[in-house]
Every structure is written in C-alpha cells, then in structure tokens.
T-cell receptor, first 118, second 115 residues
Framework: DAGVTQSPTHLIKTRGQQVTLRCSPK?????VSWYQQALGQGPQFIFQ???????QRGNFPDRFSGHQFPNYSSELNVNALLLGDSALYLC?????????????????FGPGTRLTVL | AQSVTQLGSHVSVSEGALVLLRCNYS??????LFWYVQYPNQGLQLLLK??????LVKGINGFEAEFKKSETSFHLTKPSAHMSDAAEYFC?????????????FGTGTLLAVQP
C-alpha cells in the first residue's frame, strides 16, 4: 500500500502565478482533505472533497479551489499567488464518514508539497 | 466552535526523562482528540486518538494520553524520552458526528531531547 502520495515535493513560484498541487489517496479511501501549514504553525483546513464535490470549506479565499477525480485523486489550485501562500500543503485521505465505525475514521497524511512564493 | 490550545511552543527534556506535552480543548459536543507527530520535512503521523472509549489512550512509540473532561485536557506523556522523539507534536480535535471529519490543530510543540 503506497499510502497518500503528493506531487510535486517542492515548488517555487512568483507572485501572481497559478499553481496546481496533486494528491493520490490511500487505497480504499474516497475522501480527500487539504491543509495549509505555514512555517511555525499548525495545519489549517482548506477544504474536503467527497464524491467529486467540495463538502466543506475552511476560511480560505476563492483563489483556493480544488477538484476530485473519479479515481478519488485530487488537485488543489491556487490562483494569483501571494507571498503569504508560501507553506507546506498537506493532503489527507480517509474513508467516507457514512461507512463503518466513525471512531475508526482516521485521516492519513501525505508528505506534503512545499510551496515557496517569491 | 472547536479549538485546541497547546501550552508551550518549545519543550526540552533530557534523554530518559518524562515527556509531558500539554493540550487543552474547547468543544460544545463530545470531541474526538488526536496527537500527531511531524518530523522535519515530513507529513503528519498519528500517534494516538481518543474516540470516547477508554479515557487513557496508548499510542505508538510508548506515548499515551489521558482524556480528562473535567479539565478539558488531553495531555501527551511518555515515561522516558529517547533522542528519536525529537520532533514537533500537534494536538487536534475533530467533531464527532459532524458532516466532515476535518481536523482543527493546535499551534504545535517542538520537543527537543538533550543527551
């Protein structure tokens, strides 16, 4: 089992550019969540995707958008990059909440994509 | 609204000493609580979780945590620190029975282990 994979590992962009980050969930998982972890901070929830739809969104502007594909993989897109978007972007996958015991619904995290905006 | 507070952004212990990392939560409904560890340049690894079963939860690598509702706490402990425990630790809360299982994290505690 490959676990949660993310690509690329590192990325450098300039202000105003657009970026796409990719995530493949753990085998058997169909829910994908994205988190932003700024330097020295805890991860912050961006949004969660299930059945190719955004199920819940955190306090992030519309410049942050996402997509989930039929194979459950997901993309995070950020438009009009700002210096403050520099962070580690983490993807987490889990089984659907309505399946199985809720207490067993654990999120598995990928290694992250380090985005630097210059 | 749910939140977690981690007291102490940096904790330093000697190898072999007790590790105590503090976490207090705020939740209007019964929470799920988690401790994650993050090694440099890596993602998050789950250490242990509380999901309303036993209040004393044992995790990986010798860590354990006790859920105390009266104190709204979920402190992480390990009897004897090892050099390999040096990492950043995050406490997180999730809403039981919510529409999603999104996690709300604390700001983290960086654990240093001195030889």
């Amino acid at each position: 089992d490959a676990g949660v994979t993310q690509s690329p590992t590192h990325l450098i962009k300039t202000r105003g550019q657009q970026v796409t980050l990719r995530c493949s969930p753990k085998s058997g998982h169909d829910t994908v969540s994205w988190y932003q972890q700024a330097l020295g901070q805890g991860p912050q929830f961006i949004f969660q995707y299930y059945e190719e739809e955004e199920r819940q969104r955190g306090n992030f502007p519309d410049r942050f958008s996402g997509h989930q594909f039929p194979n459950y993989s997901s993309e995070l897109n950020v438009n009009a990059l700002l210096l403050g978007d520099s962070a580690l972007y983490l993807c987490a996958s889990s089984p659907a909440l309505d399946r199985g015991d809720p207490s067993e619904n654990e999120q598995f995290f990928g290694p992250g994509t380090r985005l630097t905006v210059l | 609204a749910q939140s977690v507070t981690q007291l102490g952004s940096h904790v330093s212990v000697s190898e072999g000493a007790l590790v105590l990392l503090r976490c207090n939560y705020s939740s209007s409904v019964p929470p799920y609580l988690f401790w994650y560890v993050q090694y440099p340049n890596q993602g998050l690894q789950l250490l242990l979780k509380y999901t309303s079963a036993a209040t004393l939860v044992k995790g990986i690598n010798g860590f354990e945590a006790e859920f105390k509702k009266s104190e709204t706490s979920f402190h992480l402990t390990k009897p004897s620190a090892h050099m390999s425990d040096a990492a950043e630790y995050f406490c997180a809360v999730s809403l039981y029975g919510g529409a999603t299982n999104k996690l709300i994290f604390g700001t983290g505690t960086l654990l240093a282990v001195q030889p």
